[in-house]
Nanobody, 125 residues
Framework: QVQVEESGGGLVQAGGSLRLSCAAS????????MGWYRQAPGKERELVAT?????????NYAESVKGRFIISRDHAKNTVYLQMNSLKPEDTAVYYC?????????????????WGQGTQVTVAS
């Protein structure tokens, strides 16, 4: 079993910052947190940012957060972070972390994705 847990959400004023954390635990052989998604009330879940598993850590961001959010990875802790700066009211949403399982032999073939329960981020105007 794999558990994915997000933390760091909360209430912040517009222009403020928050740092989200996502850790995978349990049977984490070839399991790595990969990205952040968010879902606002009445809207579909959307991608916020992703980071590749390897040392290069190639990142990808939604246009709406480019230049404001930074995704990073701590390999030793098997944790991914999302530093959110210059927050706007439209960033208000539940933020979910996704972790990916690759095959346990060579850690290269996709097998499954796991999701956390989400953490609420509310940006007051």
């Amino acid at each position: 079993q794999v558990q994915v847990e997000e933390s760091g959400g909360g209430l912040v004023q517009a222009g403020g910052s928050l740092r989200l954390s996502c850790a995978a635990s349990g049977n984490t052989i070839c399991v790595s947190p990969m990205g952040w998604y968010r879902q606002a009330p009445g809207k579909e879940r959307e991608l916020v940012a992703t980071i590749t598993r390897g040392d290069s850590g190639v990142t990808n961001y939604a246009e709406s957060v480019k230049g404001r959010f930074i995704i990073s990875r701590d390999h030793a802790k098997n944790t991914v972070y999302l530093q959110m700066n210059s927050l706007k009211p439209e960033d208000t949403a539940v933020y979910y972390c996704s972790a990916r399982r690759l095959d346990s032999m060579v850690c290269s073939i996709y097998e499954d994705d796991y999701w956390g329960q989400g953490t609420q981020v509310t940006v007051a105007s």
